[in-house]
């Protein structure tokens, strides 16, 4: 049986731990004149789109998505959607990104209004 010498043991290792770090850009996809990561994007994409169908009453397939803004660290891309704007429904709201979710930060147009106040009492006749 052939013995290597120890240094060459470790050569195997090193390349295979090497080709795991080799760098290669990220794939990315245009969106709304921003670049993004396409998998947080398909995955916020749908999360906003089911909320939004909830909040405006609307069926996700009469949505409309528009990237306001995005955030990330901005070495390759813009990486991740901050500000999602949604249409459908004739009504509009827009999404933010916050650590519990996306979260609508403008109020449809009927709950905007102020709520109804409660009459007087009718006079009691004796």
Not at 1 to 20: I, K, S
Not at 74 to 95: I, L
Request: some cysteine; hydrophobic content about 45%.
């Amino acid at each position: 049986m052939m013995h290597l010498p120890r240094p060459l043991l470790f050569v195997p290792l090193a390349l295979a731990l090497l080709g795991g770090c080799r760098h290669s850009p990220d794939p990315t996809m245009a969106v709304d004149g921003f670049t993004l990561n396409p998998d947080p994007w398909l995955q916020d994409r749908q999360a906003i789109a089911q909320r939004a169908s909830f909040d405006l009453n609307c069926p996700a397939e009469k949505l409309a998505l528009t990237v306001l803004a995005v955030g990330g660290n901005g070495m390759f891309f813009d990486d991740w959607a901050t500000q999602v704007g949604v249409s459908g429904c004739e009504q509009r709201v827009v999404y933010i990104r916050t650590a519990q979710g996306w979260i609508a930060n403008i109020a449809r147009s009927d709950a905007a209004q102020p709520p109804p106040s409660n009459p007087p009492p009718p006079p009691v006749v004796p």
